[in-house]
């Protein structure tokens, strides 16, 4: 009996490792929501917890994980910092990108966004000549073998927020454009 727990235990125990628990992130399938009879829907953000979660007007739907830019896990601040913004933002487009697949592009720099962009000029915390950036987007990893980087929390984007290939199509056919997306450190 015990060589028979232990032959059980040791399998899941190597799936468990292997996956980097990502399937725990889930708890409920994310593809059952591309039926759903809402018509509002958010997405909240925390850069901390890695996590994408998805609400619609009952509440809480899905949770995914997520990576960003640089590890610092600051506030962007200019174009080429590799930093997430942080703040409250629109899906303003939908597109196929030839690298990314699914991306669903965010109205970042928006008014809030240039405001505190304004405001880091003048505090002298960023150069005068430089440029907010922009096309920030929630979007796939490259291919199906960078799906790791999203188990081990391997922050590799230039600023958008990524997710694994499958996830990335979930969302891609559950969010229209309009959205709100709200992102916190």
């Known amino acids: 009996m015990k060589d028979l727990k232990l ?9 468990l490792f292997l996956t980097g628990f990502s399937f725990i992130n889930r708890s409920k399938k994310a593809s059952a929501g ?23 007007a009952e509440g809480w739907l899905y949770t995914y994980p997520v990576v960003f830019g ?8 200019m174009e080429g910092d590799k930093q997430t913004p942080e703040g409250h933002f629109k899906i303003v487009h939908k ?6 697949g699914p991306f669903l592009l965010l109205d970042y720099p928006n008014k809030e966004s240039l405001e ?18 922009g096309g920030i987007g929630i979007h796939a990893t490259r291919n199906t073998k960078e799906d790791r980087f999203v188990d081990y929390y391997y922050n590799w984007t230039l ?15 559950l969010l229209p454009i309009g959205t709100e997306v709200t992102i916190y450190r």
């Open 70 to 77: 640089s590890s610092e896990m600051r506030d962007k601040m």
């Open 159 to 173: 600023g958008c927020i990524s997710t694994k290939r499958s996830y990335a199509k979930e969302l891609y056919e």
């Open 7 to 15: 032959t059980f235990a040791l399998p899941v125990c190597a799936m």
């Open 34 to 56: 591309v039926n759903s009879k809402s018509n509002y829907y958010k997405v909240i953000i925390y850069k901390g917890k890695y996590e994408l979660q998805v609400f619609d």
């Open 95 to 100: 597109k196929i990108h030839p690298e990314w």
């Open 116 to 133: 505190k962009f304004q405001l880091r000029k003048l505090n002298g915390q960023i150069p005068s000549n430089a440029k907010p950036g």
